[in-house]
């Protein structure tokens, strides 16, 4: 990568780096796994980014999901000018602590059980096999989290059912709750089986346990009610971050009547934030999801993911390359892996040294893709086919630079 192409950003890392770890606030969008020096953004208008260096860039990150409109749309900026104050939570992480500990009070039971490769925030209960923060450095445990706290968490391979069942037959009567990323996100994109999520359904509701979807990054994105809507499946809780926020720090649980209820100071079970629900954030979302309903947004992004994902297969397709495409919506990642990627394991097993060529090779040609092999590409309405054209002509060139 040209050195001084990014020589401002450069500088603005190694002050950053003085006063933040890293010199970021969450280290999976750092660049250590991919190579080179991460660019500083200083604006951001529909589907393009400008650095500090006055390079420009076609957006694929979007905020890591949640700027389905694009960046800046002039609605939601003028809803944050003029919001009104209610009540959540500050973030994904937040939410999903609290609809755990609200499933662990409502069943009286401790274990909970998750995928591996499924993010859920840094909670300690999540941080055991977590997703692409954990992959990225290769450190899927992180210190600080206890034993004991370790071995409430059971876990099974995504789209593994029979695992699942294991489980709940090994454990009769101690788990409190099933919690997964519908549509996972952070181990790459992976699409469940046939049959997988009305499997946990049926099998939660059997034990008398709670199914909990993190549609963090789904939330919105795929409809308005989410995967669960598109899919015809209700979990007893729901747990959504900064996708319903447009984009600004925000969170939020839900779900049955009797179980929120439960929640203070209606209920026992305690959750409290001074600042939670922010009324900007809060302003920002409302005004995004009623954007969302009545329009054509969604068979745009469908369109547009359609054409991406075209775009890619045939590049890949026409240098004779063996990679793995998934795509759900808006939501796609390019896996530098034969196939089938199904779960944390064969996600694994992908070529990040590759990836990182490629992943460099593209920012060289002013498209903006997520630091990780573990990472999804977002799209938003925002992205026109001038920018879906000009993102398929670098994939064909940076392809062709990885493979060298």
């Known amino acids: 990568m040209s050195e001084e192409r990014w020589k401002k950003s450069r500088e603005w890392l190694e002050r950053a780096e003085q006063i933040m770890p890293g010199g970021v606030n969450s280290p999976v969008r750092a660049f250590r796994s991919v190579g080179g020096h991460p660019p ?5 208008k529909g589907a393009t980014l400008w650095d500090e260096d006055g390079n420009q860039y076609i957006d694929y990150i979007g905020s890591w999901g949640p700027m389905i409109l694009g960046h800046a749309h002039p609605e939601v900026t003028e809803a944050i000018q003029q919001a009104e104050m209610v009540r959540l939570v500050n973030s994904g992480t937040e939410a999903t602590m609290s609809a755990i500990r609200l499933a662990r009070a409502a069943t009286q039971r401790s274990k909970i059980v998750k995928f591996t490769g499924c993010y859920h925030g840094h909670g300690d209960s999540f941080l055991i096999a977590a997703g692409s923060g954990a992959m990225t450095f290769g450190v899927p445990d992180s210190p600080g989290v206890t034993l004991e706290t370790a071995a409430n968490t059971l876990l099974a391979p995504y789209n593994d059912l029979k695992a699942v069942q294991d489980l709940f037959s090994q454990n009769q009567g101690e788990i409190a709750a099933v919690i997964l990323e519908p549509i996972p996100g952070n181990m790459g994109l992976i699409t469940p089986k046939e049959g997988f999520l009305q499997g946990l359904r049926d099998l939660t509701t059997q034990h008398e346990s709670l199914l909990i979807f993190d549609e963090v990054m789904t939330g919105f994105r795929v409809k308005p009610g989410g995967v669960q809507e598109l899919v015809g499946i209700k979990p007893d809780l729901t747990t959504l971050g900064k996708v319903i926020g447009g984009g600004l720090p925000v969170g939020a649980y839900g779900g049955k009547r009797e179980l929120m ?11 409290a934030g001074t600042l939670s629900g922010n009324p900007l954030a809060v302003a920002a979302g409302m005004t995004t999801l009623s954007l969302l309903q009545g329009s054509d947004a969604y068979q745009i992004l469908e369109e547009r993911g359609a054409a991406l994902e075209a775009g890619f297969r045939k590049n890949a397709q026409d240098l004779g390359l063996d990679l793995h495409i998934t795509r759900y919506g808006s939501m796609l990642c390019l896996f530098f892996h034969p196939g089938p990627v199904t779960d944390y394991e064969t996600a694994k097993q992908s070529d990040t040294e590759r ?11 002013g498209i903006h893709l997520p630091p990780s092999q573990f990472e999804v590409i ?13 993102t398929i002509k670098a994939n064909r060139e940076a392809l062709q630079i990885a493979f060298a």
């Open 40 to 44: 500083f953004i200083c604006r951001a």
């Open 378 to 390: 977002f799209l938003s309405t925002a992205h026109t086919p001038d920018d879906i054209n000009a």
């Open 261 to 271: 209820q439960m929640i203070a100071p209606s209920g026992p079970v305690y959750q």
């Open 355 to 365: 990836f990182g060529r490629y992943f460099r090779a593209m920012l060289e040609r």
